[in-house]
């Protein structure tokens, strides 16, 4: 670790990281999910800054970090995003609600990577996010990028602190008592036919 004053720093922003998780599964919305992309963003620059660690191994922080790039450059998009609860809808899965961006949207976000950087960005946005037709889901990465957070952090003696974290560690004690993964499979399954069509027509909700 290096000196006491970056380690605070570290600490501080991973409290916030899950802070900010816990009130975007408590009360979903764009907000929430914005500044929770902006807090792994800024987790991951402390983190090389102050303990030379970072999150570039763990693909579902690459695909995001693509995404959070483009919407930070170009705010007057946000709001094709939509988050969507699953209970709403005749779809089944393992998640409570879905996070969907149209598939333009992430394709553009790849394009405007930076070119050295994009063929990787691009397998990584393709293995984690879920694609349907015109719609992509991107909240299983985001699960599984909170997963892959505290694991890098605890196994690097990250120091760990706040109600939210130990939330999110109660949780993934409950899980490993139970035998049962951490991470989410988040494929999605309707009776209503065609997941596609159904998503392509959620898109034209409002959602949270």
């Known amino acids: 670790m290096s000196n006491p004053t970056e380690l605070a720093d570290v600490c501080a922003a991973s409290?916030?990281?899950?802070?900010?998780?816990?009130?975007?599964?408590?009360?979903?919305?764009?907000?929430?999910?914005?500044?929770?992309?902006?807090?792994?963003?800024?987790?991951?620059?402390?983190?090389?800054?102050?303990?030379?660690?970072?999150?570039?191994?763990?693909?579902?922080?690459?695909?995001l970090k693509c995404l959070r790039n483009y919407f930070h450059h170009h705010q007057e998009l946000k709001h094709v995003v939509r988050l969507i609860p699953v209970g709403d809808y005749?779809?089944?899965?393992?998640?409570?609600?879905?996070?969907?961006?149209?598939?333009?949207?992430?394709?553009?976000?790849?394009?405007?990577?930076?070119?050295?950087?994009?063929?990787?960005?691009?397998?990584?946005?393709?293995?984690?996010?879920?694609?349907?037709?015109?719609?992509v889901n991107i909240n299983p990465?985001?699960?599984?990028?909170?997963?892959a957070a505290y694991e890098l952090l605890r196994d690097n003696g990250v120091p760990l602190s706040g109600d939210a974290v130990e939330e999110f560690e109660n949780s993934y004690r409950h899980e490993k008592e139970n035998d049962l993964p951490h991470v989410v499979d988040g494929r999605l399954s309707t009776t209503?036919?065609?997941?596609?069509?159904?998503?392509?027509?959620?898109?034209?909700?409002p959602g949270l």
């Not at 984690?128 to 037709?133: A, E, Q």
């Not at 990465?141 to 997963?147: D, I, K, S, T």
């Open 192 to 205: 209503a036919g065609s997941v596609n069509d159904l998503l392509a027509a959620i898109m034209g909700s």
């Open 15 to 63: 409290e916030r990281l899950f802070r900010l998780y816990y009130a975007h599964c408590v009360s979903p919305d764009r907000d929430t999910l914005f500044s929770l992309l902006e807090a792994g963003h800024s987790l991951n620059d402390r983190l090389r800054v102050s303990v030379e660690l970072d999150f570039f191994d763990v693909p579902e922080f690459t695909a």
């Open 141 to 147: 990465a985001l699960f599984n990028f909170m997963v």
């Open 90 to 135: 005749p779809i089944t899965t393992d998640l409570m609600f879905m996070c969907l961006v149209p598939r333009d949207a992430v394709r553009a976000a790849i394009d405007q990577t930076v070119e050295r950087h994009r063929s990787d960005t691009r397998q990584d946005c393709e293995k984690v996010f879920h694609w349907y037709g015109p719609v």
